[in-house]
């Protein structure tokens, strides 16, 4: 069973980046998928991006796409995401959550993810 540990939240200013790293604790995530999510207050959960360990396959959602990056760091046992020129509107708690290869789509349907981290918190402001 592998333990999730978000970290490299913090307060940016729009335009700014900023890159969130989820330790993954216990086992490899070469069978599984390693998802990125956001909260913010008031609104839906929703899925930023995801990688599956196996392939290293990306998926970004289209509000992200061509700002953020999704990379597995396969010596210090990361999954980590790089994000670039920020704006308000990407203000939330991220999450990362791993279906442990279970799910049998791609990209695995949200409810598809089992283990969650804690959240960190991302504030883009001036």
């Known amino acids: 069973q592998v333990h999730l540990v978000e970290s490299g939240g913090g307060l940016v200013q729009p335009g700014g980046s900023l890159r969130l790293s989820c330790a993954t604790i216990?086992?490899?995530?070469?069978?599984?998928?390693i998802g990125w999510f956001r909260q913010a207050p008031g609104k839906e959960r929703e899925g930023v991006s995801c990688?599956?360990?196996?392939?290293?396959?990306?998926w970004y959602a289209d509000s992200v796409k061509d700002r953020f990056t999704i990379s597995i760091n396969r010596v210090n046992y990361t999954v980590d995401l790089q994000m670039n020129n920020l704006s308000p509107e990407d203000s939330a708690v991220y999450y990362c959550?791993?279906?442990?290869?279970?799910?049998?789509?791609?990209?695995?349907?949200?409810?598809?993810?089992?283990?969650w981290g804690q959240g960190t918190q991302v504030t883009v402001s001036s």
């Open positions: 959550a791993t279906d442990y290869g279970v799910s049998g789509t791609w990209p695995p349907r949200p409810t598809d993810f089992i283990s």
């Open positions: 216990g086992d490899t995530v070469d069978y599984y998928v």
């Open positions: 990688m599956r360990g196996s392939d290293s396959s990306a």
